[in-house]
């Protein structure tokens, strides 16, 4: 039951982050956005991340998303623009995730024999191993990583010099440093990835993991949490300064001005003669 | 069907591979570089989250939610910088932010 609401919960996930990526129009961006921030707080949810969750929609989807879908509205975008997405080399890009995909199912093949052959044996492949997890997860970063890595072939001008020599060699040092990331992984960073599944305990007692949050943010990562603060508070002060903008010929006050006015600047005293009336003089 | 660490981990993967890929889709506009940077945000957190799940310690998600907050006044800011870079130039588009240098078609 919990696998299924995983599996579907980050299916959606999956499918409205890309829809954010792909969208043709803004305002459908920021609303798959919305929607992939809900279910990343249900994923939380399933981690017994209660507090997290409800902060992911309280400050997510309640704040920082509408602001981001009244920029859209405010801002007149050209949609013409945006139609250059349809010039996107995309045969290059199935081609690519094709290549990657083929080299993930290569590896995941030949691990997967040797595991039927010598898994009884070897301890590193049998399904308690560590490597049997890492295995997969380092494929599957290699098959994305592959497709990842295209978009430099395509567009030269990242590079320094468009010579092929240059797109070669770059191409090159990826996917060695592709590769050897992979390899250490593989390697070396498996054996951290052992898998505790303890319940947040306190002395026995079953403590909610806000409350256990809690008593660390409010005691171990007091400055830190303070630090924030002041982050946020700076926030809020540049994006004021950034977007006030004063117009001419609008009434404002200012105050400045009025705590320097005297009362010699503003009261001129005169002796009018009887039937002669007051003269009005500017200042 | 057990859900491990692992298949927590690889959606986090995949999330923050997508928002690489929405910034390297530099064709669009700096609002979408935005959304896009707030989805590897979310599959950090994710990772955080998870780890902190499966190791029985609550600091990773202290550290999730402090990336939460900084992203939340990062978008502020950036969206401010946005709203100001339109008022100036009437585009946001990032082909179009050229001022230092030659067009890229």
Redesign the interface.
């Known amino acids: 039951m919990a696998g299924l609401v995983f599996y579907g919960l980050a299916g959606l996930t999956l499918l409205s982050a890309m829809a954010v990526v792909f969208a043709r129009s803004p305002v459908y961006a920021v609303l798959f956005l919305i929607l992939s921030f809900f279910t990343s707080a249900g994923i939380f949810l399933l981690l017994d991340a209660e507090f997290l969750a409800m902060v992911l929609v309280i400050v997510y989807v309640g704040a920082v998303a509408v602001l981001f879908l009244f920029v859209v509205m405010m801002l007149d975008v050209d949609q013409k623009h945006l139609e250059k997405l349809r010039h996107y080399p995309w045969k290059s890009f199935f081609k690519a995730a094709l290549r990657s995909g083929v080299l993930a199912g290569v590896f995941l093949g030949v691990f997967y024999m040797a595991k039927q052959l010598w898994g009884d044996k070897v301890v590193f492949l049998s399904d308690e191993g560590p490597l049997t997890h890492s295995f997969i997860l380092a494929a599957m970063s290699f098959a994305v990583a592959y497709a990842l890595y295209w978009p430099l072939s395509k567009w030269r001008f990242l590079l320094p010099s468009e010579s092929a020599e240059t797109v070669a060699w770059v191409e090159g040092a990826l996917q060695f440093l592709i590769f050897a990331g992979v390899m250490t992984y593989v390697l070396f960073g498996a054996p951290s990835l052992e898998i505790k599944k303890e319940v947040f305990d306190a002395g026995g007692a079953p403590l909610s993991t806000t409350d256990a949050l809690s008593h660390l943010l409010y005691s171990v990562y007091v400055i830190p949490f303070q630090g924030v603060g002041v982050i946020l508070v700076v926030a809020i002060v540049a994006a004021i300064a950034l977007c006030l903008r004063h117009r001419p010929g609008v009434r404002r006050q200012d105050v400045q001005h009025q705590l320097k006015t005297t009362k010699e600047d503003v009261l001129s005293l005169s002796q009018p003669k009887v039937g002669k009336g007051v003269e009005w003089t500017s200042r | 069907?057990?859900?491990?660490?692992?298949?927590?981990?690889?959606?986090s993967?995949?999330?923050f591979?997508?928002?690489?890929?929405?910034v390297?889709?530099a064709?669009?506009?700096l609002?979408?570089i935005?959304?896009?940077l707030?989805?590897m945000l979310?599959g950090v957190?994710?990772t955080f989250?998870?780890f902190?799940?499966?190791?029985?310690e609550?600091?990773g998600?202290?550290f999730?939610?402090?990336i939460?907050?900084?992203?939340?006044?990062?978008?502020?800011?950036g969206?401010?910088?946005?709203?100001?870079y339109?008022?100036e130039k009437r585009?946001?588009?990032i082909?179009d932010m050229v001022s230092l240098g030659e067009k890229?078609e």
Do not use: P, W
């Not at chain 2, 069907?1 to 959606?11: G, K």
């Not at chain 2, 591979?17 to 929405?22: C, N, P, Q």
């Not at chain 2, 969206?79 to 100001?84: D, E, K, R």
């Open positions: 069907m057990d859900i491990t660490l692992m298949h927590y981990l690889c959606l993967m995949a999330l591979a997508v928002g690489v890929f929405g390297l889709m064709r669009k506009s609002i979408h935005l959304m896009s707030e989805l979310l957190n994710l989250v998870s902190s799940r499966f190791h029985g609550v600091t998600q202290v999730s939610l402090f939460l907050t900084v992203a939340a006044a990062e978008a502020a800011i969206l401010a910088i946005l709203v100001v339109f008022r585009t946001i588009q082909t890229v």
